[in-house]
C-alpha cells in the first residue's frame, strides 16, 4: 500500500553545493548553500530563489564555482543556513530568522581560493570544484532554472587516484536528505560506463 503525500517541497537526497559569485557592485563574494542542481554532459543545471543574493549576482553577469561539498562541512553550512548576502531581506525570510551577513565566508570559516578559469572564488574545504558561466536564465514564478557550462573541474590530491583518477571510496559527498545532512558510504557495485578508481 502507497499514501499520496502532499508536499511543497521533497528533498529526496542531493549533493549539497556552496555556490559562489561575485556581487558586481560591492566586488565582494558570496556564498550560497544550495541543493537543487544536475549535470548533464558539461551542463549544470541550478535552481535559485529570485530573492537569493547569489542569483541576483547571476543576472548582472557573475561567473559561478560550484564547490561541492562532502560530509566534513555540514556544521560550517549550518553557521550560514539562515543568512543571506542580500541587505534587503524579503519579509517571508525574517519570519523564518533569516538576516543579511557581509561575510559569510568568514562566519563559517571557509578560505577562499582564487578563480582559475573564471574570477569566482574556490572554497579550499570543498574537495571537488566546478567553475562555470551562464548560458541560459529561465525566471519561473518564485525561483529560476539556471543553465550553467563547465568551464574548470578541479580536484584536489587528496581523493585523486593518480593524475586523472577519483578514488570513489575517499569522495564522501554530503547529502542533503529530507533537510538532513548524510552521506554515501556502502558500495553496491559500478555501472558498466564507470571511470574512476575503485580498488
Ligand atoms: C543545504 C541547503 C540547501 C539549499 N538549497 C537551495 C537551493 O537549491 N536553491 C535555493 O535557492 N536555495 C537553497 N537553499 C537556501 C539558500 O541557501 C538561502 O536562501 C540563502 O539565504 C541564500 O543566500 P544568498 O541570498 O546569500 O544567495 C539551501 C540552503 C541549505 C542550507
Redesign the pocket.
Known sequence: MYKQLNKNSFYYGFP?VLMTTRNKDTGSD?L?????TWTLDRSVVL???LD???FHNLKVGSDLTLNIADQSIWEQ?EKI?K????PTVPEYKKQLG?DYCENKFRLAKFSKLAGISVSTARIAECLIQIEACVTDIMVRKN?AIIETTVQAIHVSEEILADETHIDVEKWHPLI?KFREYATTDKHLGKNFRFQEFLK
Open positions: 549539497v558570496d550560497t548553500p544550495i541543493s537543487s535552481g535559485l530563489g537569493n543574493q547569489g553550512i543556513d543568512k543571506t548576502g542580500n533569516y525561483y542533503y
